[in-house]
């Protein structure tokens, strides 16, 4: 059964450093999605995309944050400039189609900033 | 507001017992998704079951069923013959018909025991 896949699994970085998540979502699903869940809270939204383009972003996702889809397959969260507080497990989700249709969670990458 | 209340923030139950966890939606969209997520303590998001706000029956998926109160806005998750497995954190979500952001509940942590 296919997949959501992210990498890395763990990782961890100085506050200041520009990191870079690495999703692949599922091959013929065409909207993506990045969340956070913060140690212990809820699962918040960051970002969806669709047709090479951010369709809507949550007011958590600021300038420092950044998504793109280089080639066919990768999908990337880009945070420029940790803080201590995006310590978080960061998920990519994937959809088929548009409206209601599920969305599929890849195993998420924890983020911890020193 | 649109908004996903889990009540119980932690559930007992016995192995081989059915098990309800609660879950209330707020949305004015008359056309919306409602999703429930197990997280097991690896982290990962795993998708249950889904139900449409159109749907006319409750959404079956082998041992969990949804039973949907579309009057009184709740979403409520039954885990039939509960396994030892199926403890873990359960996450209700929805998407309003405006967007197609999930958004999510606090969860209920069920703990099954023999």
């Known amino acids: 059964e296919p997949e959501v896949t992210q990498t890395p699994s763990h990782q961890v970085t100085q506050m200041g450093q520009e990191v870079i998540l690495r999703c692949v979502p599922i091959s013929n699903h065409l909207y993506f999605y990045w969340y956070r869940q913060i140690l212990g809270q809820k699962v918040e939204f960051l970002v969806s995309?669709?047709?090479?383009?951010?369709?809507?972003k949550s007011e958590i996702f600021d300038d420092q944050f950044s998504v793109e889809r280089p080639d066919g397959s990768n999908f990337t969260l880009k945070i420029r400039s940790t803080k201590l507080e995006d310590s978080a497990m960061y998920f990519c989700?994937?959809?088929?189609?548009?409206?209601?249709?599920?969305?599929?969670f890849g195993p998420g990458t924890r983020l911890t900033v020193l | 507001a649109q908004k996903i209340t889990q009540t119980q923030p932690g559930m007992f139950v016995q192995e081989k017992e059915a098990v309800t966890l609660d879950c209330t939606y707020d949305t004015s969209d008359p056309s919306y998704g409602l999703f429930w997520y197990k997280q097991p303590s690896s982290g990962e998001m795993i998708f249950l079951i889904y139900q449409g706000s159109y749907d006319q029956q409750n959404a079956t998926e082998g041992r969990y069923s949804l039973n949907f109160q579309k009057a009184r806005k709740s979403a409520n998750l039954v885990i039939s013959a509960s396994q030892l497995g199926d403890s873990a954190m359960y996450f209700c979500?929805?998407?309003?018909?405006?967007?197609?952001?999930?958004?999510f509940g606090t969860g209920t942590r069920l703990q099954v025991f023999p």
């Open positions: 989700a994937s959809r088929k189609r548009a409206g209601t249709d599920t969305q599929y």
């Open positions: 995309f669709y047709n090479n383009e951010i369709s809507e």
């Open positions: 979500a929805m998407t309003p018909g405006n967007t197609d952001k999930l958004i």
